[in-house]
């Protein structure tokens, strides 16, 4: 007999998105009157993926099943279509100008405190990686939500591949800067290009994901092709898209968000319902393609997997 023990992050069915309630002209109208789905007037033309991405063949890649949801992810029509990606724009239909993106050539430049600095192609690194797909939930600052199938590959594999020295203590992770194409990063006012931060710890911890690939697909543009980060148990924001550069060292990074406001978007800024935005409530959270509201989970159901972490950080603000 198979006794199957549901991990702590899986959800029930009932908390499933069905793809029907997306497409329920109805449902769909009712909730943009609401204003809760402002996608405007090109929701139902979807972005297309690059054709002709040289990486198409690896997917899809075999699915991990111990990172499982016990319920359907969010479907890609409403995903792809429901972005924030500031480079191209402060508004969610983004979906559209991050076309513009060039995605080959890409490199990635591993430098800092690590035994093995190197200039890597987006696809010799794809080739020295153990690829897979894991279902993740994802949780913004905003309070939305959505359950996503990522592709990719463990960060701590690509530690490993940089050789950090006894010193490294932070990976800063660096965006592209093009400001040609990306016509976000011409308001002066932002501190471009996009920087986030992790400890070494969270750096390899098991959830720390590089995402490649979505749905079985290469990486769309507006999900932050070629190469993102995932970090289900961190606000959305910590997830940096278009990685250029990782530096290992020995100082913690600024970040992006940190700089701008740093009493709204700390360094750490892991999901808590009981500790609120300055400005709105992170007690429960809207889920996309449904609208519906649930609870917030600590550390969004992850708890289990990271809470050791931060046991010993009690002078630090780890929720903003």
């Given at each position: 007999m198979n006794i199957i023990h549901k991990r702590s992050w899986e959800l029930p069915e009932s908390a499933a998105t069905p793809e029907d309630v997306?497409?329920?002209?109805?449902?769909?109208?009712?909730?943009?009157?609401?204003?809760?789905?402002?996608?405007?007037?090109?929701?139902?033309?979807?972005?297309?993926?690059?054709?002709?991405?040289?990486?198409?063949?690896?997917y899809p890649v075999p699915r991990n099943e111990a990172y499982t949801l016990g319920r359907d992810v969010t479907p890609e029509s409403v995903t792809s279509v429901y972005n924030n990606f500031y480079e191209f724009g402060s508004h969610k239909q983004i979906?559209?100008?991050?076309?513009?993106?060039?995605?080959?050539?890409?490199?990635?430049?591993?430098?800092?405190?690590?035994?093995?600095?190197?200039?890597?192609?987006?696809?010799?690194?794809?080739?020295?990686m153990p690829l897979e797909e894991r279902l993740y939930r994802h949780r913004c600052v905003?309070?939305?939500?959505?359950?996503?199938?990522?592709?990719?590959?463990?960060?701590?594999?690509l530690v490993k591949l940089a050789g950090p020295k006894s010193g490294a203590k932070y990976l800063r992770?660096?965006?592209?800067?093009?400001?040609?194409?990306?016509?976000?990063?011409?308001?002066?006012?932002?501190?471009?290009?996009?920087?986030?931060?992790?400890?070494?710890?969270?750096?390899?911890?098991?959830?720390?994901?590089?995402?490649?690939g979505v749905y079985g697909k290469p990486l769309a543009k507006q999900f932050g092709a070629p190469l993102r980060l995932a970090l289900p148990w961190k606000y959305g924001f910590k997830s940096i898209k278009s990685i250029v550069r990782i530096s290992?060292?020995?100082?913690?990074?600024?970040?992006?968000?940190?700089?701008?406001?740093?009493?709204?978007?700390?360094?750490?800024?892991?999901?808590?319902p009981k500790v609120p935005h300055p400005r709105w409530s992170?007690?429960?959270?809207?889920?996309?393609?449904?609208?519906?509201?649930?609870?917030?989970?600590?550390y969004n159901g992850y708890e289990e997997q990271v809470a050791y972490l931060y046991k010993d950080m009690k002078n630090e603000k780890l929720f903003m």
């Open positions: 997306f497409w329920n002209r109805r449902r769909f109208l009712a909730g943009m009157a609401g204003g809760s789905l402002a996608l405007g007037a090109g929701m139902f033309t979807r972005p297309a993926f690059a054709e002709d991405d040289p990486s198409a063949k690896l979906a559209r100008a991050a076309q513009a993106l060039p995605i080959r050539p890409w490199s990635v430049v591993l430098d800092g405190m690590i035994d093995n600095p190197q200039t890597i192609g987006i696809d010799d690194l794809l080739a020295k905003e309070a939305w939500s959505m359950a996503v199938p990522w592709s990719g590959f463990q960060l701590s594999e992770f660096e965006t592209f800067k093009n400001p040609d194409v990306a016509s976000g990063q011409k308001q002066s006012w932002y501190p471009w290009p996009y920087v986030e931060g992790l400890t070494m710890e969270e750096a390899t911890n098991e959830l720390t994901f590089m995402v490649t290992f060292t020995d100082k913690r990074p600024v970040s992006f968000w940190e700089e701008i406001q740093a009493s709204e978007y700390g360094f750490w800024a892991n999901v808590n992170q007690a429960s959270e809207r889920l996309l393609g449904t609208d519906e509201r649930r609870d917030t989970l600590l």
